[in-house]
């Protein structure tokens, strides 16, 4: 009987498990797909306020606070985005949010936590950006990221990854570190990229104060297969949740162009987005999660796309 029993449980657990692999992979995501462990950098810093720290950029109601200022709502419909904006520019450190992305068909929709200058250097702004695209496939998004200096937009430098979990039923992490070493992208404080600066990338890498922005927006011209799947507005409104806004770093100051009112006397600390030993350059433990990132997850790079280049960008082509 007790024989009988265990093999009752035991097939009753295979059928368990293959049901949520087949629910995963109905989802689009791959239940194979499990990340590293890595340093939960978002740990290391408080949560900011979107009432005291954002000022709403556009889109009237569409964009609306919550929760003592903790949370944010951006929403997308056939009026109009939505987005907030930081009230200071920076000169470097580590940028972050918790985002929930809208459900059901999204073709054509873009919510977008980046960074830029374009509204005090209209002519030769700096970007680094996060970009989430809609899909016509419920829950399969696409990450895009993307970074330029001095306006050098006509050279795209984007790269694309599958998410390993369904970004529409819960807040997942999207961070940046930005500063004279390098710039990492990171999901869930796993990098899946980093740029490092180096001469290769001196041109293009972004240099001058930035602010950070989180919008919503209608991008049906190029966002799904060159345009193909525009938005369809009778799944209106589209609406991405915000929250667990951080930024530590360096604030601009107008006064001081040299930045050097942020340099510290003593040396720094561990918290210093700037020479902190957590963002200097990746650990081990980071460098793993990049890894896997890289080779499981990225399914586009500018620097493999020779349709598009027929020089590749210098960094592309220097080790």
């Given amino acids: 009987m007790a024989y009988l029993l265990s093999k009752i449980l035991h097939l009753q657990a295979i059928i368990f498990y293959t049901f949520i692999l087949l629910s995963l992979s109905n989802h689009g995501i791959n239940a194979q797909s499990v990340p590293p462990s890595s340093t939960r950098l978002t740990s290391l810093f408080p949560h900011l306020s979107f009432d005291r720290d954002y000022s709403q950029m556009f889109g009237d109601s569409n964009a609306q606070i919550y929760g003592n200022g903790s949370f944010a709502k951006i929403s997308l419909d056939k009026k109009t985005g939505s987005g907030f904006g930081s009230k200071n520019h920076y000169n470097y450190g580590f940028f972050s949010a918790a985002i929930k992305l809208p459900p059901g068909f999204t073709s054509g929709v873009v919510v977008a936590f980046y960074m830029s200058n374009a509204d005090i250097f209209p002519h030769n702004h700096d970007e680094i950006d996060f970009e989430l695209l809609g899909h016509q496939k419920s829950r399969n998004w696409v990450l895009q990221t993307n970074m330029y ?45 980093e740029v490092q600066k180096t001469p290769a990338t001196s041109s293009s890498y972004p240099s001058k104060p930035m602010a950070v922005y989180a919008t919503i927006w209608d991008a049906s011209p190029w966002a799904t297969h060159g345009g193909k799947y525009p938005v369809n507005y009778k799944y209106a409104p589209f609406t991405a949740s915000l929250g667990g806004m951080e930024m530590a770093g360096c604030v601009y100051d107008p006064k001081d162009l040299s930045g050097k009112s942020c340099s510290k006397s003593s040396s720094p600390s561990s918290l210093d987005p700037l020479e902190g030993q957590d963002f200097v350059k ?30 590749l960008p210098p960094e592309c082509t220097t080790k």
Wanted: with cysteine; net charge positive.
């Fill in 149 to 193: 200096g001095n306006g050098s937009v006509k050279t795209g430098r984007e790269e694309k990854f599958r998410l390993w979990f369904d970004p529409t039923t819960q807040f997942h992490e999207y961070s940046i570190i930005w500063n004279s070493h390098h710039i990492v992208f990171l999901v869930d404080n796993i990098p899946v990229r």
């Fill in 282 to 311: 990746l650990s081990n433990q980071q460098n793993k999660g990049l890894q896997w990132a890289r080779s499981k997850q990225m399914i586009y790079s500018y620097c493999k796309d020779k349709r598009r280049y027929k020089v």
